[in-house]
Structure formats: C-alpha cells, structure tokens
C-alpha cells in the first residue's frame, strides 16, 4: 500500500538529489580535469596501496623452476620470471631492496580469497575461468613452441629450421605445436599425430620420431624431469594463437592498472624480449631457430 | 512346332507386369512421404541452423577434402593387406584349434589362449602395446610403426575370425570326415577337400561382416601417428571449430563400406538359395 506521504518523500529525495548535483560540478570539476595525472599519481613511483607500505611482496611457488627460477632463490633477480618481476618492480618505483618475496603454491595464488602477496609470478596462463577469481596484467610472455629431441638424434645440433626438414616430427593433434611443424618447419615426410603429448614423448624415446614440438614450459619439463636424455633443439618463431602468462593479482586490486601498464612499458621498451633472450634462449638452454 | 503362350498365359504375364509396376510405385510413394517426414523434421528443429553451418559447410568440406582422401589411401592400403593376413592368421588358428591328439595338446592350448586373449583385449591397448611397446625394446630392425600398428589389427582380428572359421569348421557333420577317411583321405586331405569348402562357405557371410567391422578399425592406427582419413579430418575440425570435416570422412567411410556390404548381401543370398536348392 502506497502511503501518502510516498510522494512527497519521493519528491524531497529528488530534490535534494537536484541539489547536490547543481553544487557537485565545482567538486567534480577538479578530478576529470585532473584524471591523468590522478591515475599517474595513483601509480606514483613507490606509493602503491601495497600490503606493507613502501615494499611490494611478490609471490611465487616453492620450488620454483629453471628457467623461470634460478637455484630456487627468487630473490636472486636470475631466471626470466624473477628478472622479469624485477624490471616490474622498479618501475613501480620499488628498487630490489624494497622488494620481498613469499613463497605461495600455484593454487592457492589463483583460488578466489584474501591474498598474501601484491603480485604473484607463476607461469600462469591467462584464461577467462582464472580471470573470474583473480586479476591478471597484460602478458609478459607469449608462449613459444619448441623442438626437443634426445641425445644423439640426427636433429639434435640442429641449428636452423631448414636443419629440420628431413626429420620425422611429431605433434600432439590440434595444438599449436601441430601447427608449427606444418606451418613453420614443413617437413619433407608427414608429421606424425598424436593423441597427446605423453603418447608424442613415448614415440620420441622410442626413436619412432627424431623429435616432437610442444610449447617451451613443456619441453622444459619434459627435458628436465622427464626425459633421460631430453634435449631443446629450439624454439620456434611465434605461430597461431599463444598462450599468454601473466601476473596474478588480488581480484580487483588496486594494483592491476599499474602493474599492467608497467608491464607494457617493459614490452615496449624492449626490455622483455631482452630478459627472454637471456634467460630462456641462452641461460635456459632453448636457442632460437630461424 | 514353336511355342504360342495361351491367352490365359498372356494374361497372367500382363497381370504379373501390372503387380509389379504397381508394388514399384508404391514403394517410390511411400519412401518420399518418408523421406520428406525425415528431412522436414530434421531441418525444421529450432537448432538446424547452427547444425548446419558446423556440421555441413560446403566450404570447410571443400578445404579437407584432399586431406582426408590422402588419409583415406592410407585407411585402404591398410584394409587390403589387414584383412588379407587377419583372414589367412584366423584360418590357421581356427584349424589348429581342431586338431585331435595328445601331441598336439600344447598347440591347441596355445591357439585357444591366443583366441580368449585377443578376442578380450580392446584393440586400442593392443595397437598401443604394438606401437609404443615393442619399438621401446630397442631391437635391430624395428619395423615402422605403420607395420606394428596394422600387425596389432592383424592379430586382434585375426582372433575373432578364427572363431568364425571354428565354428564353420564345426559345423561340418562327423559323418562327412568319416566318410572322407573311408575313402581312404588322411585327416588333412579331408579337411583340405571336404570340410574347409563347406565351412568356409557356410561361414562367409560373418566373416565379410568382420571384415567390414575392420575396415572402420584400421583408422585406430592414427594413435600411432600416421595421419588416416579420420585424423585428417580431426586436425581439420581442430582448425576451424567445424565438424564438417568428419561429416565427410564419414561419407568417404560409407562409400568405402558399399562395395564390401554389398558382397555380403549377395552372398548371404546365395548361400541362402544353394541351401534351400530343390525345396
């Protein structure tokens, strides 16, 4: 029931509400005159709204791998993804000496809740699912395909694509890495497809293919925890759609603009392909191919 | 004197025509009410659309096509020489399996455990123990992993049509061996000259059967790596997130299946008319 008083409740708010926003252009005025220097100054240099003032806390997990890593020390500045939160870091305005890092596991960094770091580092892959508990920056690195074989095949000092056209490939069927060994390499003999990768790996050990192509985080992990005589021949250069990785950050923290455009700074700069030179194609022990 | 047919003959051959033309019509009226039902039905569901453009895009069917004949070259090659040898292998067993005497206990053992074992292992696990298995034992001389995928299908179906000639073999009255072997036939003349064409003839229809089932299964040595037809189009649909690609490898896979369909057909027919001769 409508009681009458409900007009001209109705009708005081709309008034006051007229009220204020007759006086609010004076106090609007001076924000959105002042907008770009307000979001510079939301990302002023060492004054982010970080869990401890005046240090920025990066995670990551516990061990953490090589190449992304060196020696499980993050904080050592080796490895591309501690390089990488590094350049970050700074500029943020956060030297190395104000930085800190804390060790946290890969799901619990991308589970939706309260989260102990500013930034976390972990190889994530930027998905729309991950996206609905957590915030990603614009990617830091473009998931590269690789070839790796094994110690003593035919292609294993290959050094350029064209050292790979006689060799029997082989790739998981619709992926990337498949369409890399078509598109890219082409090969004089048809590739060899399979179901998924642990299928292309057993044929590799086998000898029935001289080598397979999967993305770089596999092949390092495949050559180092899971092949005995696992060898990266290469990366290849950039084809299809990558898969991207990028920082995590608490959902809707006040953080990703500023980290995300650092991030862009970084890639315009030049500065990330460097880092991905040093510490996945030469320190990593994935040369490129070209 | 030639022969005049009778009115009454004439009259029953005109009649016979009009049946026939009659039975004919109403066969091609009743199949396009029917087919008309089916395609109205089909096209008229409220999804048909989307259906359409990814399951029957004349474009992405046109894109693969070579692909997938390329694969298929492979699925027939393979077909020709698997059900070749899956077919002698399956002959062999089934005749040691109904060899008689002590001696020969160990080979029809052997047989047998060989029949009950391959008939029961899915023939995706038998491909992958062939081609991932047996290139891991390292030996000289390896054979290429197309040669140990079609020796799997070779073996596990050479298993069920060894059981398809035992029962042909079977079903062979005694008494046709007995009169053989006093003819004075030994054991293997009479199985050579008596038993094996009227077993074989009987079993002729399961066997093509078998051997059509086999034509589908040879794609399985995709999971080796080779690229057949249904992997072809599998990396077409993975491209174009458009099922087109398997519509027309299915297409190519039935077609490839008519001729062999058809051979069993007619022989089950005549199979059927010889049995029932002078009945």
Known sequence: MVSRYTPVAVGGV?????????CSPVEDESPTAT???AAADACAPGSLATLTPGKLTIGTDNPAYEPWFSDNKPANGKGYESAVAYAVADRLGYPAANVEWTSVTFNNAIAPGPKKFDIDINQFSITDERKQAVDFTSPYYLVRQTVITTKGSKIAGAKSLADLKGAKLGAQVGTTSYQAVTDVIKPDAQPSVFNNNDDAKAALVNGTVDGIVVDLPTAFYMT???L?????????????VPEQFGIVLDKGSALTGCVSSAVDQLRQDGTLAVLEKTWLAETGGAPELS | MTYAPSTRQLERIAYRRRRAVRSVLLAALSTAVVGTLLAVAITGAPGWDRVKTSFFDPEAAAEYLPEILTGLWLNIRLLVVCAALALTLGLIVAILRTLRGPVFFPVRALATGYTYSFRGLPLIIVIYLYAFGIPGLRLQGTPD?????AAAIIVTYGAYLAEVFRAGIESVHPSQIAAARSLGLSYRQAMRHVVLPQAVRRVAPPLLNDTVALQKDVGLISLAGPIDAIRAAQIGVAQDANFTPYIVAGVL????????????????????????AGT
Do not use: H, K, M
């Open chain 1, 14 to 22: 709309a008034l006051l509400f007229a009220a204020v926003t007759a």
């Open chain 1, 35 to 37: 907008a770009s220097s």
């Open chain 1, 224 to 226: 180092g925890a899971e």
């Open chain 1, 228 to 240: 005995d005589n696992g060898v990266i021949v290469g990366q290849l250069p950039q084809v299809g």
């Open chain 2, 145 to 149: 992993v197309l040669v140990l995928g």
């Open chain 2, 253 to 276: 896979f039935v077609l490839l299946a008519l001729p062999l369909i058809g051979v069993t057909d007619w022989v089950t027919l005549r199979a059927a008319r010889r049995q029932n």
